[in-house]
């Protein structure tokens, strides 16, 4: 059975930082990885990608520069190492598994392109 299960989300003032980590099993970790967030009322957004290398990453313009995105292929984990935090970064954060893909650098940002998610976490930035 596939379970992705994300952690490391919590309330923190504007300015500070969070580590969400992203614990995967039931799947070959092999594969592309993806945060996205969600805001009360609003659509899932893209935040950042990881190719299954590690070598290759992605992210929204809206958190480049702040956000960082890795993972540990021998621990079949991933992160978000997110800096600066802002208001407007308050949402639900979501970790999600793509299958391997030659168009995932076209398409990384697209929720269609993962087909496993995990439940989320909440991160609350105050101001």
């Known amino acids: 059975q596939v379970h992705l299960v994300e952690s490391g989300g919590g309330l923190v003032q504007a300015g500070g930082s969070l580590r969400l980590s992203c614990a995967v099993s039931?799947?070959?970790?092999?594969?592309?990885m993806g945060w996205f967030r969600q805001a009360p009322g609003k659509e899932r957004e893209f935040v950042a990608a990881?190719?299954?290398?590690?070598?290759?990453?992605y992210y929204a313009e809206s958190v480049k520069g702040r956000f960082t995105i890795s993972r540990d292929n021998a621990k079949d984990t991933m992160a978000l190492q997110m800096n600066s935090l802002k208001p407007e970064d308050t949402a639900v954060y979501f970790c999600a598994s793509s299958q391997p893909r030659n168009n995932f650098d076209t398409y990384y940002f697209a929720r269609e392109v993962y087909d496993y998610w995990g439940q989320g976490t909440q991160v609350t930035v105050s101001s």
């Open positions: 039931g799947l070959t970790f092999s594969r592309n």
């Open positions: 990881i190719t299954w290398s590690g070598r290759t990453r």
